[in-house]
C-alpha cells in the first residue's frame, strides 16, 4: 500500500501534516438581497436569487441561526450576497461566532476596528475598460484605495476571454497596491457579451495563469495543478460536472451513486430558510461551470485518487494550502 | 463466542480495505498502529464510510465527535469492544 510518507520527502511531508486534520467544513451564506453594482453577469441577480426568498431582517434570528450552523459543525462561514457589506450587523454577528470569509465588491471599507482579522475577497473582473462595461464602473480604483496594504484582503480575479494577454498588467496594479490576489475564470453561461471559452482559449489561460504564479509568488495564490484542473475540467480522466461536484448542498443531494462531496455543504438563501441548489446558481450548466472554489473542493475531497505518485500527492497539497490560505486556516 | 481484539482488529481492517479499495494490503498485513490520517490518508468522509460498516455489523453506535481519535486500527478496535 502507497503511503503518504512513503511519497513525500521530509519537508512535504510535513506541510502535509500541517494541512491534513484541518477538517474544513464550510457552507455560503447569502447574507442579503441588496447590491450597490448590478455587474452583468452577476449569477445571483442573472438568476433572480435575490428573488427567491425573502430577507430575514431581525438580527437576533441571524444569531440563533449561526449557532445553529454552529453546531451542526460548520468551521467556515463563506459571506456573499449580495453585498454583505451592506449588512455589517450580520457579518459582526458570523465573524464573533465562526472562522468568516467576506466576498465584497470592495466599494465599503469593513471597518477595520470592528472586524480587525476578518479574510475578505474583493472582487474584481478585469482591467478598467472591463470593469466599466460589465459593472458599470471600475470598481479597482475605490477597493483598492480602501484595502490598501490590508494583511487580511485580497482580490478574487475573475479572468473572462478578453482578458487573455492583459493579466500581468492587472497582478502588477495589486501588488502595488500591496496585496494579494487569486484567480478564477468567468462561467460561460452568464450572458455576458455571449462569450464562450474555446479550448483554445484555455490552454492559452492556463500557461498565462502559470506564468503569473511563476513570477509574481509573492502575490498569486494559486497552483499550477489548480490552473490545470479548471482549465481542463479533468482530473485523472474524470470529467468535472454534476456527476462529480462536490459543492452541491447535501440536504438536496439526491445522486446516486453520490460521489466524493463536501460534508454537510449547504448555501442557504438570506431567508434563513431557503437552500439553493449548489455554490452558485442554480441556472448554471453544470457541463461548462467553472466555478473555482467548486474546482478547488473537487481536488480536496479526493484526496487518496492522489495518493499515487509524490507529484500527484504534492499537487493535492499545494491545491489545499491554497484553499487553506485563502479562507485563513493557515498564514499565507 | 467472544470476539478478540485481534478478531475486531483484522476485521476493521477487511472493512477499510474493502470500503476504501485500498491496494496491495491485506488485513493481515495491514500494521493496525499505522496513523490512518497521516499514512494511508484517509479522511471525515472515509472515516464516516467506514463507521457505517462497523456500527451495522457490532450494532454499536460511533459519535462523530469521536472521529479525531480513531486515528489507527488498533484505536478503532478498542472503541468497538469497549461498546459491545
Ligand atoms: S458586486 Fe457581486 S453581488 Fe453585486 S452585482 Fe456585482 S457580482 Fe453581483
Ligand atoms: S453549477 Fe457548478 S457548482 Fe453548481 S452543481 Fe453544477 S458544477 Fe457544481
Redesign the interface.
Known amino acids: 500500500?502507497?503511503?503518504?510518507?512513503s511519497l513525500l520527502d521530509k519537508e512535504w511531508y510535513k506541510r502535509?501534516?500541517a494541512i491534513?486534520?484541518l477538517?474544513i467544513r464550510s457552507s455560503i451564506y447569502d447574507v442579503t438581497n441588496r447590491c450597490n453594482l448590478r455587474c452583468r453577469g452577476c449569477f445571483f441577480f442573472s438568476s433572480s436569487e435575490d428573488r427567491v426568498a425573502k430577507e430575514e431582517m431581525d438580527l437576533q434570528k441571524w444569531e440563533a441561526f449561526i449557532d445553529r450552523e454552529k453546531e451542526r459543525?460548520v468551521n467556515l462561514a463563506i459571506l456573499i450576497g449580495g453585498e454583505p457589506t451592506l449588512c455589517l450587523d450580520r457579518v459582526e454577528a458570523f465573524y464573533r461566532r465562526l472562522p468568516t470569509f467576506c466576498a465584497t465588491n470592495g466599494l465599503i471599507r469593513l471597518p477595520r476596528d470592528r472586524f480587525p482579522d476578518l479574510m475578505v475577497g474583493i472582487s474584481l473582473w478585469g482591467d478598467e475598460e472591463d470593469e466599466r462595461l460589465l459593472r458599470g464602473r471600475d470598481t479597482f480604483s475605490i477597493s483598492s484605495r480602501n484595502y490598501e496594504g490590508d494583511p487580511h484582503a485580497y482580490y478574487l480575479y475573475t479572468i473572462t476571454p478578453r482578458q487573455i494577454g492583459k493579466t500581468e498588467r492587472i497582478v502588477r496594479r495589486i501588488r502595488d497596491a500591496g496585496l494579494k490576489l487569486h484567480m478564477q475564470l468567468l462561467s460561460n453561461d452568464e450572458g455576458v457579451d455571449q462569450f464562450f471559452w474555446t479550448d483554445e482559449e484555455l490552454v492559452g489561460i492556463r500557461a498565462e495563469m502559470d506564468h503569473m504564479l511563476d513570477s509574481y509568488p509573492e502575490t498569486v495564490v494559486s497552483s499550477r495543478y489548480y490552473h490545470q484542473i479548471i482549465t481542463t475540467g479533468k482530473m485523472f480522466g474524470r470529467r468535472f460536472g454534476w456527476d462529480e461536484c462536490p459543492s452541491v448542498t447535501e440536504p438536496l443531494d439526491r445522486r446516486d451513486p453520490r460521489p466524493?462531496?463536501l460534508?454537510g455543504f449547504i448555501r442557504w438563501a438570506s431567508d434563513l430558510r431557503t437552500m439553493h441548489r449548489c455554490c452558485t446558481s442554480e441556472t448554471r450548466d453544470c457541463s461548462t461551470c467553472k466555478d473555482g472554489a467548486a474546482h478547488m473542493s473537487w481536488v480536496m475531497?479526493n484526496?487518496?485518487a492522489h495518493?499515487r505518485t509524490e507529484q500527484d500527492l504534492k499537487n493535492w497539497v499545494e491545491v489545499y494550502e491554497m484553499f487553506a490560505k485563502l479562507y485563513r486556516f493557515i498564514p499565507w | 463466542m467472544t470476539e478478540t481484539t485481534a478478531d475486531i482488529t483484522i476485521r476493521i481492517a477487511e472493512i477499510m480495505i474493502n470500503e476504501?479499495k485500498?491496494?496491495?494490503?491485506t488485513p493481515e498485513n495491514?500494521d493496525p498502529d499505522?496513523d490512518l490520517?497521516?499514512?494511508?490518508?484517509?479522511?471525515?468522509?472515509?472515516l464516516?464510510t467506514v463507521a457505517l460498516v462497523v456500527q451495522d455489523e457490532y450494532g454499536i453506535r460511533i459519535d462523530?465527535d469521536d472521529y479525531?481519535k480513531l486515528t489507527t486500527i488498533r484505536l478503532i478496535a478498542q472503541y468497538v469492544q469497549e461498546r459491545m
Open positions: 500500500m502507497k503511503t503518504v510518507s502535509y501534516r491534513s486534520r477538517n459543525g466524493r462531496r460534508t475531497v484526496k487518496r495518493i | 476504501l485500498l491496494e496491495d494490503v495491514f499505522m490520517v497521516d499514512e494511508v490518508g484517509i479522511d471525515s468522509m472515509d464516516a462523530e479525531p
